[in-house]
T-cell receptor
Framework: DTGVSQNPRHKITKRGQNVTFRCDPI?????LYWYRQTLGQGPEFLTY????????KSRLLSDRFSAERPKGSFSTLEIQRTEQGDSAMYLC??????????????FGSGTRLTVV | QKEVEQNSGPLSVPEGAIASLNCTYS??????FFWYRQYSGKSPELIMS????GDKEDGRFTAQLNKASQYVSLLIRDSQPSDSATYLC??????????FGKGNQVVVIP
């Protein structure tokens, strides 16, 4: 499989619980992006990594959100003390450094989070 | 002002007709422009990219770019029921990431 892989596909959690999502990028890509999409809206940028370095974080990424990319391979996005407003589709994408976003990027299938 | 604006409401078109979608962007330095298609419950899929002023055709899709007016459009010719989806406009900025509009829903009526 040469695409971007995200797990789990769906997650239902109770308010106040912590959740963690995983993204495996295309293997030769050193840039990895996280976006969040709520119903009726376009994807909103959360953060991106170049290798293991987190280069930019949106102000949407509150202190309850943390993202890591150990060893510059897969990435995890953790949400602590989930709130109902966190319910959304969380999308991951990857690209190579020399291309960046210039040719668009390919998203994974996403993780749909429902907080009840 | 949002980076990328798509203000039209849902668009209903008869099968075989042309669907026309518009998008404006705020960053004059943007160099790369994209249209994504998103089916309900699925992730966005890249369908068109355009980098220079003018038209770019790919099958039934035509993207149009006017950098002076800061708008991008997408035409879908001979619309099919399978074209029923949300279409997202995306633009790169100086920070080398994509900014997306909120999308326009297209419904093709058989």
């Amino acid at each position: 499989d040469t695409g971007v892989s995200q797990n789990p596909r769906h997650k239902i959690t109770k308010r106040g619980q912590n959740v963690t999502f995983r993204c495996d990028p295309i293997s030769e890509h050193n840039r990895l992006y996280w976006y969040r999409q709520t119903l009726g809206q376009g994807p909103e940028f959360l953060t991106y990594f170049q290798n293991e370095a987190q280069l930019e974080k949106s102000r949407l990424l509150s202190d309850r959100f943390s993202a890591e990319r150990p060893k510059g391979s897969f990435s995890t996005l953790e949400i602590q003390r989930t709130e109902q407003g966190d319910s959304a589709m969380y999308l991951c994408a990857s690209s190579s450094e020399d291309i960046g976003a210039d040719y668009g990027y390919t998203f994974g299938s996403g993780t749909r989070l429902t907080v009840v | 002002q949002k980076e990328v604006e798509q203000n039209s409401g849902p668009l209903s078109v008869p099968e075989g007709a042309i669907a026309s979608l518009n998008c404006t962007y705020s960053d004059r330095g943007s160099q790369s422009f994209f249209w994504y298609r998103q089916y309900s419950g699925k992730s966005p899929e890249l369908i068109m990219s355009i980098y220079s002023n003018g038209d770019k055709e790919d099958g039934r899709f035509t993207a149009q770019l006017n950098k002076a007016s800061q708008y991008v459009s997408l035409l879908i010719r001979d619309s099919q029921p399978s074209d029923s989806a949300t279409y997202l406009c995306a633009v790169t900025g100086g920070n080398n990431r994509l900014a997306f509009g909120k999308g326009n829903q297209v419904v093709v009526i058989p």
